[in-house]
Structures are given as structure tokens and as C-alpha cells.
């Protein structure tokens, strides 16, 4: 048995994601048309982005990311935020870095978090707003991190009170 070359094997990759992106489509038409509620159909395109984006597929990756969005309530917000992220990576990956800096503005809209923090500073690096990348950075810093083994709110509360005072002072300085 001979085993297939790289060229079969990624023709074959390529047949399968697209059969499987048709399929998908086809049981959405199919459910939506019978009148029933499918709906997994977001994370399923959700599926598909990611498989696209390990392929290095970013655009077809987006465009499933963008459809699942379409597909999630507003009251999923953590299920939208990590979906904005994704469609921020794949736009990064692309050299997209104002779209891309769009989409993790939209994420640290809905919950502040270090990936998207630390994405949007680069993005806002590369394009040589200063300004934004410094604003974004402290903003990134002063995230608090929640660990359920250690909560001691006061000598958090302190902590964070030093930290901005630290970062006030270095940031006058650069």
C-alpha cells in the first residue's frame, strides 16, 4: 500500500472541506425550510472556520467565522466575543491589521482580555498609532486576573492602585 503524496493528500483536504461546508449548507437550507430550529448551525460554521484557519484558508476562515456570527443571538455574548477574536486572528494573518484592529476593539468591548488586548496593540503598532497602542496597553495591564484559589479583594484593590501609578509615571516618561 502505497502512501498518498502531498499534493493527494491536500486535494483531498480540500474535497473534504468543501463537501463538508456543502453538506452543512444543505442541512441548514433543508431545516430552515422544513421550519425547524437548527441550532448548532453557528458552531458548525464555527467548526468550518476553524478548519479553514489551520489550513491557512484565513478568508474562507472569516467568511465562516462572519456567518456564525450572523447566527448567534446577542445574548451569547461570550460565544460572539470569541468569535470576533477568531475573525481578528484570521485578519491579522492576512496583513489586515485596521480590520483586523476593528475586530478586537469590538472584543474588548464585550469583556477585556489579554489575547485581544495584546493583538489590538500590535495591530495598532504596526499601523504607528501610538497613542491607541499605549491606551490599549495600559488597559491590557490593569485587566485583573480572576483565580478562585487566591481572592483577597483588598490587597487586590491596592495592588491595582499601585500598578496604575506605575504605569502613569512610566508612560510620562517615554
Known amino acids: ?18 463537501e463538508m461546508e456543502r453538506l452543512v449548507n444543505q442541512l441548514l ?28 484558508k484565513y478568508t474562507l476562515a472569516i467568511k465562516m467565522y462572519r456567518m456564525a456570527l450572523d447566527q448567534t443571538s446577542n445574548t451569547h455574548k461570550e460565544t460572539r466575543y470569541r468569535i470576533m477574536r477568531n475573525i481578528g486572528n484570521a485578519l491579522m494573518r492576512l496583513g489586515r491589521y485596521q480590520d ?4 478586537y476593539e469590538s472584543v474588548i468591548e ?7 488586548c495584546y493583538n489590538l496593540v500590535v495591530c495598532y503598532y504596526i499601523l504607528g498609532q501610538l497613542d491607541k497602542t499605549k491606551s490599549v496597553f495600559v488597559k491590557m495591564l490593569i485587566v485583573r486576573h ?22 502613569s509615571k512610566a508612560l510620562k516618561n517615554l
Open 1 to 18: 500500500m502505497n502512501p498518498a503524496t502531498p499534493k493527494k493528500q491536500e486535494a483531498n483536504l480540500e474535497y473534504q472541506s468543501h
Open 100 to 103: 483586523a484592529a476593528q475586530s
Open 29 to 56: 437550507q433543508e431545516s430552515a425550510a422544513a421550519g425547524l430550529a437548527f441550532t448548532q448551525g453557528g458552531r458548525l460554521k464555527v467548526n468550518m472556520g476553524n478548519i479553514y484557519y489551520e489550513q491557512k
Open 146 to 167: 480572576y483565580d478562585s484559589d487566591e481572592e483577597n479583594n483588598d490587597i487586590e484593590s491596592d495592588n491595582n492602585a499601585v500598578l496604575r501609578v506605575c504605569i
Open 110 to 116: 464585550i469583556k477585556v482580555d489579554h489575547q485581544a
